[in-house]
């Protein structure tokens, strides 16, 4: 490893920025990750083989190298794995999720749902061996105990979980991103303090054997790009 040389620059340590060579072109690189990525579905019966926290770990280390706004880095990953904290999640995502069916939800966001056969029932929430619970943080607090802004928050932790689920997908595993609502609960079981917000759910594991998922398609390419 060479020398790291830095540089003031408003006052501020800078350092040298070098580039990962890579032995394949760009072209290549970008076509494999594609095809790597497209293998991606969100999976709802997991398995219950062991995820050794070292993955787990690795995973949200990745999720954290994400940009943010001012770099204030407003996320908080919980990776929970107790049973009987999982078991709570589950009794409180349920009860949510069935007062959602049965009286938030329109007729024609019930009917959107009908394809993907989802139900207020979130088994998944206990069978996984992992759940990570993203957390933002809407402001922190100084040393002094004064608060302190964050920037961008929204968009920071939304970049910084599309990193975390292309993650777990690299790892080998699953997910699928659950937003019960509201989602209070998720700060009271885990006791987190009052400059969070629960922001996303994730189980986490290996697939189940022989399972099925819905037969989707995504939209044309000339559907969602634009060159100009």
Known sequence: MGQIIEKEINGYPHIIYQHPQQEN?????????????KSRRSIREFSNKEVPREVIENII???ATSPSGANKQPWIFCAVSSPEIKSKIK???????KINYDQRMSEEWKQDLEPLATTWQKPYLEK??????????????????????HYYVNESVGIACGLL???????????LTH???PMNFLSEILDRPDN?????????????????????????????????
């Open 25 to 37: 072109n760009s072209v290549d690189l970008s076509a494999e990750y594609l095809c790597r990525t």
């Open 61 to 63: 280390k990745t999720a």
């Open 91 to 97: 009794a409180a995502a349920e009860k949510e999720e």
């Open 128 to 149: 996984a061996p992992w759940l990570i619970i993203v957390f933002k943080q809407i402001f922190t607090y100084s040393s002094s105990g004064e608060k302190r802004n």
């Open 165 to 175: 689920i292309s993650a777990i997908h690299h790892a080998g595993l699953v997910t």
């Open 179 to 181: 937003t019960p609502s």
């Open 196 to 228: 969070e917000r629960p922001y996303l759910l994730l189980p986490v594991g290996f697939p189940e054997n022989s399972i099925y998922v819905p037969k989707i398609h995504k939209k044309p390419f000339q559907e969602v790009a634009q060159f100009y």
